[in-house]
């Protein structure tokens, strides 16, 4: 099981994203088996470093919980492979900017939010090749699409 859970943030940044894209939601990162979360995130204020981290639950006052659980081996090590091999890489400060002007996804020097998991989803095999920019995926796009995969659950937490 992959599970992400998807948020907004009330920060000014949180608010901008959800605006510039037109979402209910402006974040997304990867449940680990304990509870923590992994992914990519601006974390200005929020009291760890910006970039690819492993973060405790409900860090920096989340609001709007989702939960999307995806079916997928648990014993599939890629899974854990990638997103390991992405822990201390830096946000992609770029990111907002590239929703407009677009930026070259596959260079795995830098991500945010939507954009590791449309890379991790791809490198699984779970969604096919993607032809769209993936700088026009947004963190609403993101949980629409995995939101539709066959056997997934959505729980909105309180």
Known sequence: MITLQFCSF???????IRW?????????????????????QYASGMGAPSGVQIRPAGYGGMTNRILVRI??????ARVWQFMHEQIGKPYDTTAIWGFVFGRNWRDPGAWYCAEIFGGLFEYI?????IETPISKITPSMLFFASSILPGVTVEKLP
Do not use: C, K, N, Y
């Open 20 to 40: 510039f894209t037109q979402g209910s939601v402006g974040h997304v990162d990867m449940v680990l088996p304990d509870g923590s979360l992994l992914g990519a």
């Open 125 to 129: 095999g779970l969604i096919p090749h």
């Open 71 to 76: 079916p997928w081996p648990e014993d599939d």
């Open 10 to 16: 009330p920060s000014p940044m949180g608010r901008a």
